[in-house]
């Protein structure tokens, strides 16, 4: 069955419909900037339509199936989360970490049908049209085929695109006694052995250049060595040098003076909300902050953030 078929099965639309639907859905995008992590300047957000969206989430269900993501790839998957990321570090003192320039931008269809036929998944030309226009967008109507960021496709699409990638870095990385892992474009390398990870950024863009025809890049800027000696960070995540994880000190500090406020009736009901997250995952990370909290603002204030609801007011 074709994929064009499979979808109008799915949607009850007539492949007629569906088809002239497809034609345009590369330029079904809504563009808006958001603030990067660092702080330093906006990352633009290319969300589908509805309807594409739509689409795209029953493609992904159907292609999760038969497509095979490497173990070392653990952002979009169910289950895992960067604390597996930090966990699987924590006993190693020395780190590298990298991160890919341009994401998501940078695969082009080209990519993603070279990894699916690496991993002897085949489809029709007209296949490959209908996944080009339904995974792909454009920009403009003479700008190139790229990977948005903010479709529910996206992840599936990278984590496939990057399965050779994790192969051959992570069986290089086994013969060196290296750890090895990927969250979305962060690399991170760690090692029980001083001196162990210097050669890896050239080694790692060799593959990049040799299988990737230099689509997909290093930042380099974003590239850090470091150590027991220093702090070392993974994800979002703090490691402290008793290898423990930690979401750090100073995020203690503000978390500890918005529990503070909400003690005293200060914040407004959507700050709380918002607050009541903020504080499930940090306990999440670190469960021994909920004692902390607990010791110092009383089991009733904590227990009550946790379930705060914005709709309701708290009970304190």
Do not use: W
């Amino acid at each position: 069955m074709s994929l064009l078929a499979f979808l109008s099965d799915n949607l009850m639309f007539h492949s007629s419909e569906l088809k002239k639907f497809i034609s345009t859905a590369p330029h079904r995008y809504k563009h808006y900037p958001i603030p990067k992590r660092s702080g330093n300047g906006f990352r633009i957000i290319s969300q589908p339509s509805k309807e594409l969206k739509f689409i795209q989430k029953i493609l992904v269900e159907h292609l999760e199936e038969v497509v095979i993501i490497h173990h070392k790839a653990l952002a979009y998957r169910k289950g895992l989360s960067i604390k597996d990321n930090a966990l699987l570090h924590k006993a190693n003192p020395y780190l590298l970490k990298m991160d890919f320039k341009d994401f998501f931008p940078s695969i082009v269809p080209e990519l993603f049908f070279d990894a699916l036929l690496k991993q002897d998944i085949h489809f029709s030309k007209q296949d490959y049209a209908l996944l080009q226009k339904v995974f792909f967008m454009k920009k403009t109507r003479k700008s190139p085929f790229i990977l948005s960021i903010g479709a529910p496709s996206s992840p599936l699409i990278s984590n496939a695109v990057m399965f050779e990638f994790d192969k051959q870095i992570d069986e290089l990385c086994q013969k060196r006694n290296i750890t090895y892992s990927r969250y979305a474009d962060d690399l991170v390398f760690s090692s029980k052995i001083d001196g162990a990870l210097f050669d890896l950024p050239k080694l790692v863009e060799g593959v990049l250049d040799k299988d990737y025809f230099g689509l997909i890049r290093i930042n380099k800027d974003k590239t850090v060595f470091s150590s027991k000696a220093h702090n070392r960070h993974i994800t979002g995540v703090t490691i402290t040098n008793d290898n423990k994880l930690s979401i750090g000190r100073d995020k203690k500090r503000l978390l500890s003076s918005k529990v503070h406020r909400y003690s005293l009736n200060q914040l407004e009901a959507e700050l709380a909300a918002k607050l009541s997250g903020e504080i499930s995952f940090a306990i999440f990370i670190e469960p021994s902050f909920k004692a902390f909290l607990i010791r110092k603002y009383g089991r009733d204030v904590v227990e009550s953030l946790l379930r705060f609801n914005f709709e309701n007011t708290p009970e304190l």
